[in-house]
């Protein structure tokens, strides 16, 4: 049996921390090739130019505004080259840190990776989605280690939306659950080896650390505070969560989200909105205990997350709906064969239905 875990070599975190690049960078390279949203531009820019006073760092800033495809990365390569740079560093949201990590594979050079929001655990993984140029899913990227560099600034991602943060804790919320699941069954987890030790107890903290600290996130965020709780969920979300997904598995909670990803209904909710409501419905298919049901759901309904299939814009939905979900998420090639039973499409397909009904027992106020 083969264990392994991944992670990044140096993760940083704290209020002011782009402010610092340069300092943190110095190690790897001189010559900084900086991908950033160009609706961030303004925000970003002179946080980073301010960093490199007084050193011998230099920047070329490159503005993102298209997808997170080949077309797209094979032309950030050639700017790349073209400046002489000797690192990517990639600012922003998911599918400019994914463009930043596959340029930087393809270029054999060293990627900072510095998100703006904690609303998914993409940033710590050693995986890029590409897409097409008009934005249809193209293929998965596995890349041979995860990035150089996670360099999170508490100041920045505590002035986004709440409901970002939220979403953050949604995708972290189904850490632990996975990652046991994929323990019991010996699945292995998704960098080819077996779960560890130091995987299982980040996924478990990450779990303690979302019940200690989220509702108290949420509010300090909805106030734009960085408070002690903020920077506890941060990390929940970005580190644990992400070394804990990667080094932990997948297994029910994100193969139920990739069948609701099918259904044009729920296209408004986002990635950790859907996996903690597939996270409800990994628990129904384990029948697990009442008490951890309870847990979840509460949880989820005091941060906003969805705990019905009307949060997720899916009012009275078909039966045939819901079997689209199920047989996708059943697939041979999603993570749903990584419980630690046989689960069919039918079998699913009552979850969700579980699942639906626990969130409407617990509502005070029925949505639909």
């Known amino acids: 049996m083969t264990a392994i875990i991944g992670s990044p070599s140096r993760y940083i975190q704290g209020y002011g921390e ?51 495809s080949k077309n797209q990365i094979d032309l950030l390569l050639e700017k790349f080259r073209t400046a002489g740079c000797d690192m990517i560093v990639g600012v922003g949201g998911g599918k400019i840190l994914d463009t930043a990590k596959a340029a930087a594979y393809y270029a054999n050079v060293p990627v900072i990776i ?16 590409l897409y097409t140029d008009d934005g249809a899913l193209d293929h998965y990227l596995y890349l041979s280690t995860s990035p150089d560099m996670v360099l999170v600034d508490t100041e920045v991602i505590s002035a986004a939306p709440a409901r970002l943060l939220s ?47 989220g509702v108290k996130a949420r509010l300090a965020v909805e106030r734009k505070a960085c408070t002690r709780a903020v920077e506890n ?49 990994q628990l129904v298919l384990e029948n697990a205990p009442v008490e951890e049901i309870e847990e979840v759901v509460s949880f989820s309904a ?3 997350l969805p705990t019905t299939l009307c949060d997720l814009g899916l009012h009275q939905p ?51």
């Open 233 to 281: 969920i941060i990390e929940a979300n970005t580190y644990l969560s992400g070394v804990g997904f990667e080094s932990g598995g997948l297994a029910g909670a994100h193969a139920v989200h990739n069948g609701l990803t099918l259904l044009q209904e729920t296209r408004g909710a986002l990635h950790g909105e859907k996996v903690a409501f597939g996270t409800l419905v």
């Open 318 to 368: 078909a039966p045939d709906q819901l079997m689209i979900v199920a047989k996708r998420a059943c697939v041979e090639s999603d993570t749903m064969g990584h419980m630690p039973f046989s689960v069919t499409p039918e079998d699913v397909y009552a979850a969700i239905l579980g699942a639906d009904a626990v969130g409407h027992y617990y509502k005070e106020d029925s949505c639909c």
């Open 167 to 213: 979403a953050g804790m949604g995708d972290a919320l189904s850490t632990y659950f996975e990652a046991r699941a994929c323990k019991a069954s010996g699945a292995d987890n998704c960098i080819g080896g077996k779960t560890t030790l130091a995987a299982m107890q980040m996924a478990r903290l990450c779990y303690d650390t979302l019940l200690a600290n």
């Open 114 to 129: 510095v998100p703006t929001a904690a609303s998914t655990d993409a940033p710590c993984s050693s995986l890029s989605v």
């Open 302 to 304: 005091a941060i906003g």
């Open 18 to 68: 782009l402010r610092r690049l340069a300092q943190h960078t110095e190690k790897l390279g001189k010559h900084l090739f900086v991908l950033v949203a160009e609706n961030l531009f303004g925000q970003i820019e002179p946080k980073i130019s301010s960093s490199t006073t007084g050193t011998d760092t230099n920047v070329v800033f490159e503005k993102f505004h298209g997808e997170c």
